[in-house]
Protein backbone atom coordinates (compact mmCIF):
# COMPACT_ATOMS: atom_id res chain seq x y z
CA UNK A 1 0.00 0.00 0.00
CA UNK A 2 1.57 2.85 -1.11
CA UNK A 3 -0.95 5.38 0.36
CA UNK A 4 -2.41 6.57 -2.83
CA UNK A 5 -6.24 5.26 -3.26
CA UNK A 6 -7.72 5.27 -6.36
CA UNK A 7 -11.22 4.46 -7.30
CA UNK A 8 -12.78 2.70 -9.16
CA UNK A 9 -10.38 0.00 -9.96
CA UNK A 10 -11.98 -1.04 -12.93
CA UNK A 11 -15.03 0.38 -14.53
CA UNK A 12 -16.74 -0.67 -17.70
CA UNK A 13 -18.79 1.63 -19.74
CA UNK A 14 -20.55 1.69 -22.91
CA UNK A 15 -19.22 3.96 -25.80
CA UNK A 16 -20.88 7.76 -25.11
CA UNK A 17 -21.22 7.00 -21.39
CA UNK A 18 -19.27 9.63 -18.85
CA UNK A 19 -17.05 8.32 -16.20
CA UNK A 20 -15.68 9.62 -12.94
CA UNK A 21 -12.57 8.87 -11.50
CA UNK A 22 -10.91 9.39 -8.00
CA UNK A 23 -7.60 9.91 -6.38
CA UNK A 24 -7.05 10.32 -2.73
CA UNK A 25 -3.44 10.94 -2.23
CA UNK A 26 -1.04 11.06 0.37
CA UNK A 27 -2.26 13.70 2.42
CA UNK A 28 1.00 15.75 2.77
CA UNK A 29 1.88 15.83 -0.86
CA UNK A 30 0.86 19.05 -2.48
CA UNK A 31 1.60 17.76 -5.91
CA UNK A 32 -0.83 15.21 -7.84
CA UNK A 33 -0.69 13.84 -11.43
CA UNK A 34 -2.81 11.68 -14.02
CA UNK A 35 -1.24 9.32 -16.41
CA UNK A 36 -2.87 7.02 -18.69
CA UNK A 37 -1.23 3.80 -19.84
CA UNK A 38 -2.55 1.46 -22.57
CA UNK A 39 -1.25 -2.39 -22.46
CA UNK A 40 2.21 -2.71 -23.17
CA UNK A 41 3.02 0.80 -23.45
CA UNK A 42 4.70 2.83 -20.30
CA UNK A 43 2.72 6.15 -18.83
CA UNK A 44 2.08 9.41 -20.34
CA UNK A 45 1.27 12.48 -19.02
CA UNK A 46 -2.37 13.57 -18.45
CA UNK A 47 -2.31 16.39 -16.24
CA UNK A 48 -0.86 17.75 -12.95
CA UNK A 49 -1.92 19.75 -9.61
CA UNK A 50 -0.22 21.88 -7.43
CA UNK A 51 -2.26 21.97 -4.50
CA UNK A 52 -5.53 22.93 -6.27
CA UNK A 53 -4.17 24.84 -9.47
CA UNK A 54 -4.10 22.83 -12.55
CA UNK A 55 -0.78 23.59 -13.75
CA UNK A 56 -0.51 22.05 -16.57
CA UNK A 57 -2.17 19.77 -19.37
CA UNK A 58 -1.24 17.44 -22.00
CA UNK A 59 -2.51 17.93 -25.48
CA UNK A 60 -3.74 14.20 -24.95
CA UNK A 61 -6.30 15.47 -22.80
CA UNK A 62 -9.13 16.36 -24.91
CA UNK A 63 -12.46 18.47 -24.27
CA UNK A 64 -14.00 15.24 -23.27
CA UNK A 65 -11.70 15.28 -20.52
CA UNK A 66 -11.74 17.37 -17.28
CA UNK A 67 -9.55 17.51 -14.26
CA UNK A 68 -10.46 18.93 -10.63
CA UNK A 69 -8.92 19.17 -7.33
CA UNK A 70 -11.04 21.19 -5.35
CA UNK A 71 -9.62 21.62 -2.13
CA UNK A 72 -5.89 20.16 -3.00
CA UNK A 73 -6.77 17.01 -1.52
CA UNK A 74 -8.60 14.33 -3.38
CA UNK A 75 -8.76 14.64 -7.42
CA UNK A 76 -11.24 13.39 -10.11
CA UNK A 77 -10.72 13.01 -13.65
CA UNK A 78 -14.30 12.87 -15.82
CA UNK A 79 -14.17 11.50 -19.35
CA UNK A 80 -17.66 12.48 -21.08
CA UNK A 81 -18.77 10.51 -24.03
CA UNK A 82 -16.34 7.94 -23.75
CA UNK A 83 -14.94 6.24 -27.09
CA UNK A 84 -13.33 2.79 -27.19
CA UNK A 85 -9.97 4.24 -27.47
CA UNK A 86 -10.33 5.95 -24.40
CA UNK A 87 -9.99 2.44 -22.48
CA UNK A 88 -6.82 2.30 -20.64
CA UNK A 89 -5.57 2.46 -16.93
CA UNK A 90 -5.77 5.77 -15.39
CA UNK A 91 -2.84 6.05 -12.80
CA UNK A 92 -2.86 8.66 -10.31
CA UNK A 93 0.68 9.85 -8.13
CA UNK A 94 1.47 12.08 -5.48
CA UNK A 95 4.53 13.26 -4.54
CA UNK A 96 6.00 15.29 -1.93
CA UNK A 97 8.90 17.46 -0.79
CA UNK A 98 11.35 14.81 -1.43
CA UNK A 99 10.46 14.75 -5.34
CA UNK A 100 9.59 10.77 -5.08
CA UNK A 101 6.70 9.56 -6.56
CA UNK A 102 3.42 7.52 -4.91
CA UNK A 103 1.20 5.54 -7.19
CA UNK A 104 -1.96 4.22 -6.88
CA UNK A 105 -3.06 1.11 -8.17
CA UNK A 106 -4.62 2.65 -11.16
CA UNK A 107 -8.22 2.69 -12.69
CA UNK A 108 -9.07 0.28 -15.45
CA UNK A 109 -11.29 1.55 -17.87
CA UNK A 110 -12.90 -0.52 -20.82
CA UNK A 111 -15.52 1.11 -23.12
CA UNK A 112 -17.18 -1.15 -24.78
CA UNK B 1 12.82 8.72 -31.58
CA UNK B 2 11.79 8.41 -28.16
CA UNK B 3 13.32 10.36 -25.64
CA UNK B 4 13.68 7.49 -23.14
CA UNK B 5 14.79 4.49 -24.24
CA UNK B 6 14.95 1.25 -22.40
CA UNK B 7 16.86 -2.23 -23.57
CA UNK B 8 15.97 -4.74 -23.18
CA UNK B 9 12.13 -4.97 -23.72
CA UNK B 10 11.95 -8.17 -22.52
CA UNK B 11 14.21 -10.11 -20.18
CA UNK B 12 13.96 -14.00 -19.18
CA UNK B 13 16.23 -15.12 -16.50
CA UNK B 14 17.19 -18.10 -14.34
CA UNK B 15 16.69 -17.72 -10.50
CA UNK B 16 19.77 -16.41 -8.94
CA UNK B 17 20.92 -14.69 -11.78
CA UNK B 18 22.65 -11.28 -12.06
CA UNK B 19 20.28 -8.83 -14.13
CA UNK B 20 20.63 -5.28 -15.53
CA UNK B 21 18.23 -3.19 -17.30
CA UNK B 22 19.32 -0.28 -19.20
CA UNK B 23 17.89 3.47 -19.83
CA UNK B 24 19.08 5.80 -21.90
CA UNK B 25 17.66 9.46 -22.47
CA UNK B 26 18.34 12.42 -24.70
CA UNK B 27 16.86 15.37 -22.81
CA UNK B 28 18.51 17.18 -19.69
CA UNK B 29 17.17 15.86 -17.08
CA UNK B 30 16.99 17.13 -13.04
CA UNK B 31 15.74 13.11 -11.86
CA UNK B 32 15.66 10.20 -12.94
CA UNK B 33 13.27 7.41 -11.38
CA UNK B 34 13.26 3.60 -11.59
CA UNK B 35 9.89 2.17 -11.15
CA UNK B 36 7.97 -1.59 -10.39
CA UNK B 37 5.14 -2.50 -11.72
CA UNK B 38 3.40 -5.85 -11.46
CA UNK B 39 0.65 -7.14 -13.49
CA UNK B 40 -2.84 -5.79 -12.14
CA UNK B 41 -1.27 -1.95 -12.69
CA UNK B 42 0.47 -1.13 -9.62
CA UNK B 43 3.79 1.13 -9.63
CA UNK B 44 6.27 1.24 -7.13
CA UNK B 45 9.04 3.56 -7.17
CA UNK B 46 12.54 2.07 -6.26
CA UNK B 47 14.92 4.67 -6.72
CA UNK B 48 14.99 7.96 -7.42
CA UNK B 49 18.25 9.11 -8.70
CA UNK B 50 20.06 12.73 -9.87
CA UNK B 51 23.88 11.52 -9.52
CA UNK B 52 25.58 8.35 -8.41
CA UNK B 53 24.55 5.56 -7.51
CA UNK B 54 21.78 3.97 -4.81
CA UNK B 55 21.53 0.69 -3.04
CA UNK B 56 18.07 -0.50 -1.27
CA UNK B 57 18.42 -4.53 -0.94
CA UNK B 58 19.20 -6.63 -3.47
CA UNK B 59 18.68 -3.59 -6.23
CA UNK B 60 21.22 -1.02 -7.37
CA UNK B 61 20.74 1.71 -9.24
CA UNK B 62 23.29 3.68 -11.33
CA UNK B 63 22.99 7.32 -13.15
CA UNK B 64 25.88 8.70 -15.71
CA UNK B 65 24.63 12.07 -15.99
CA UNK B 66 27.59 13.39 -19.14
CA UNK B 67 26.27 9.66 -20.77
CA UNK B 68 22.41 9.96 -20.08
CA UNK B 69 22.63 6.39 -18.95
CA UNK B 70 21.29 4.63 -16.10
CA UNK B 71 21.27 0.99 -14.85
CA UNK B 72 18.95 -1.14 -12.77
CA UNK B 73 20.78 -3.74 -11.69
CA UNK B 74 19.57 -7.28 -9.57
CA UNK B 75 21.55 -9.26 -8.08
CA UNK B 76 20.17 -13.06 -7.14
CA UNK B 77 17.10 -12.78 -8.97
CA UNK B 78 14.10 -14.31 -7.83
CA UNK B 79 10.94 -14.91 -9.51
CA UNK B 80 9.09 -12.53 -7.02
CA UNK B 81 11.39 -9.74 -9.25
CA UNK B 82 8.93 -10.42 -12.18
CA UNK B 83 7.82 -7.22 -13.20
CA UNK B 84 8.00 -4.75 -15.77
CA UNK B 85 10.39 -2.54 -14.80
CA UNK B 86 10.15 1.72 -15.79
CA UNK B 87 12.95 4.23 -16.36
CA UNK B 88 11.21 7.76 -15.82
CA UNK B 89 13.11 10.92 -16.69
CA UNK B 90 12.12 14.94 -15.49
CA UNK B 91 13.60 16.78 -17.46
CA UNK B 92 15.29 19.75 -16.48
CA UNK B 93 13.92 22.35 -18.98
CA UNK B 94 10.51 21.68 -17.21
CA UNK B 95 11.10 24.01 -14.71
CA UNK B 96 11.13 23.59 -10.51
CA UNK B 97 7.28 24.24 -10.76
CA UNK B 98 6.09 21.31 -12.98
CA UNK B 99 6.04 17.61 -12.65
CA UNK B 100 6.30 16.14 -16.16
CA UNK B 101 7.96 13.02 -16.57
CA UNK B 102 8.89 11.28 -19.28
CA UNK B 103 8.43 7.63 -19.64
CA UNK B 104 10.03 4.51 -21.44
CA UNK B 105 8.12 2.18 -22.24
CA UNK B 106 9.66 -1.09 -19.88
CA UNK B 107 11.35 -3.68 -19.63
CA UNK B 108 9.87 -7.22 -18.59
CA UNK B 109 11.35 -9.39 -16.55
CA UNK B 110 10.30 -12.71 -16.31
CA UNK B 111 12.41 -14.60 -13.58
CA UNK B 112 12.32 -18.58 -13.25
CA UNK B 113 12.72 -20.71 -10.82
Known amino acids: DTGVSQDPRHKITKRGQNVTFRCDPISEHNRLYWYRQTLGQGPEFLTYFQNEAQLEKSRLLSDRFSAERPKGSFSTLEIQRTEQGDSAMYLC??????????FGEGSRLTVL | KNEVEQSPQNLTAQEGEFITINCSYS?????LHWLQQHPGGGIVSLFMLSSGKKKHGRLIATINIQEKHSSLHITASHPRDSAVYICAVRGSRYGGSQGNLIFGKGTKLSVKP
Open chain 1, 93 to 102: ASRGGTGELF
Open chain 2, 27 to 31: VGISA
